[in-house]
Each structure stands twice: as structure tokens, then as C-alpha cells.
């Protein structure tokens, strides 16, 4: 259930069950690049407190097929408008639990900022138009997530 | 036509697609009016700024965005990943 972006050989992106590795995926955006002077990765996690519950796991819904087209526009968006050259786009669906991996994001670059500053936008980008569903199992039942205004509003710094 | 549901929409409507009998092309819209007609208790749900909708994958903010037969629609929640 993983797919690559044939269009570019340097974004690699994929949605899976499987855990990732994160020492792989690093490796992966440094081995063989003597271009690249930065490398910037955000990994998110399952915590045990959201939105005023005790959580102890969850299970995320996609869209198969939407999600990974959803994924590419964001990558292609983000290296159109940053100097990146690697992108590593991990993102895990179904049951998980406490402490668990969710996503990683990994760009390098040939300089921190465009690696920082991407790195960023494609986390909030994918926080408002990738379509993941996250169901909390609480100690009042599960429940379905509800999303944020300040995830909204973090794209306006992106305008 | 055959629409999509997916997340907390799709309990709540209790199908993962329905088909709705409308004529196409027709705007996202007048399919919005249509499904909400086909599920009168979950009008609030469906409405615009409730329930997202993709034409063929992709996120359409436009209600006047025209809709095809051969189109592939889907409505959902505000996503949660991430």
C-alpha cells in the first residue's frame, strides 16, 4: 500500500501500516549526497492526552488513492517553492498506540532555511488537506478527532 | 451516481457510498442539495464548512464546480492526520 512519486525520483512518499525506521529514512535522505548541507526531519507521535481525554490508542482512516495524490501536491508544491532536493513523506494508517510513529517528514537541502521552512509547510499542509481520519479510543469511548482552527490557521503563514 | 463517504460521515450515514438519482452534469452544489434531500437528519453534517467533498481525488472548494458521470465524489469530515 505504498506508492512512489515516479514524477520525481527524489520524493519518496507512502502511506502503510508498517512502522518506519527513522535512522533509515535519515539515512536515505544523506547517503550519496554531497550537494545537501541540511537535513530536517519531524516525526509525530501518539500522545495519551488530546482534547481533554486519557487516550490509549487509535486507528487512522484514509482515502486510498486521494491521500497519496493529496501527498504529492503537497511535495511538488513545497520543492516549487523551496531549493529541496530530497523529500521522505511517511504516513501510517490504521491501529496505533500510545507513542507510536504517525508520520515523518524529511527534506534536505543544500541550506537550513528552505529545509526548516518546508519541512513545516508540508506538515501543515498535510494537517489540512491530506485525508486522514484519527479515532481515539478514550477512557469515555472512542471518538472521532476533531480538527482544529489553529491547524487551519497555521497555513495563513504560508499566504 | 455513486458517492463516497468516508471517517465520522460514513458511520453517521451508516453506508460507505450511496447512489443518488440526479441528472449530470450537475453542480457540487446541487449534488450537496440532493444527498442532503437523501439524508434529511444528517442535513447539518452535509453542509458546506461540515463536509468536505473531492471531485476525482481532489479537495473542491468551488460548489459551482461542475460534476460528471464519469467522476469519481466523495464527501468527508475536515481531516485529522497528521
Redesign the interface.
Given at each position: 500500500m505504498s506508492t512512489e512519486n515516479a514524477s520525481n525520483s527524489q520524493h519518496y512518499i507512502a502511506v502503510q501500516q508498517a512502522d518506519f525506521d527513522v535512522a533509515h529514512e535519515y539515512a536515505e535522505l544523506r547517503n550519496d549526497n554531497r550537494s545537501d548541507g541540511a537535513v530536517v526531519f519531524f516525526t509525530?507521535l501518539v500522545r495519551e492526552m488530546n482534547q481533554g481525554a486519557q487516550v490509549s490508542g487509535l486507528t487512522?482512516?484514509?482515502?486510498p488513492?486521494?491521500t497519496e495524490?493529496?501527498l504529492q501536491q503537497i511535495v511538488a508544491d513545497a520543492s516549487t517553492r523551496w531549493p529541496i532536493n530530497r523529500v521522505r513523506l511517511i504516513?501510517r494508517v490504521g491501529a496505533l498506540a500510545i507513542s507510536d510513529q504517525?508520520?515523518f517528514v524529511g527534506v534536505s537541502s543544500s541550506h537550513r532555511e528552505a529545509a526548516f521552512d518546508a519541512c513545516y509547510y508540508i506538515?501543515d499542509y498535510?494537517?489540512?488537506?491530506?485525508?486522514?481520519?484519527?479515532?481515539e479510543v478514550t477512557s469515555q469511548g472512542d471518538r472521532?478527532?476533531?480538527?482544529l482552527d489553529k491547524d487551519k490557521q497555521a497555513l495563513d503563514k504560508w499566504q | 451516481m455513486n458517492i463516497?463517504f468516508?471517517?465520522?460521515l460514513r458511520?453517521q450515514l451508516g453506508c460507505a457510498h450511496c447512489d443518488i438519482d440526479l441528472p449530470l452534469p450537475a453542480s457540487l452544489a446541487t449534488v450537496r442539495a440532493a444527498l442532503i434531500q437523501h439524508f434529511p437528519q444528517q442535513a447539518k453534517r452535509l453542509a458546506v464548512g461540515h463536509a468536505l467533498a473531492?471531485i476525482n481525488?481532489?479537495?473542491i472548494n468551488d460548489e459551482n464546480t461542475p460534476i460528471n458521470s464519469s467522476d469519481e465524489v466523495?464527501f468527508?469530515?475536515?481531516?485529522?492526520?497528521?
Open positions: 509525530g487512522l482512516e484514509h482515502y488513492g486521494m495524490k493529496a504516513h504517525i508520520v506538515m498535510l494537517k489540512n488537506r491530506a485525508p486522514f481520519w484519527k479515532k472521532w478527532v476533531e480538527a | 463516497l468516508f471517517a465520522a458511520e473531492a481525488q481532489t479537495l466523495a468527508f469530515p475536515p481531516v485529522t492526520g497528521g
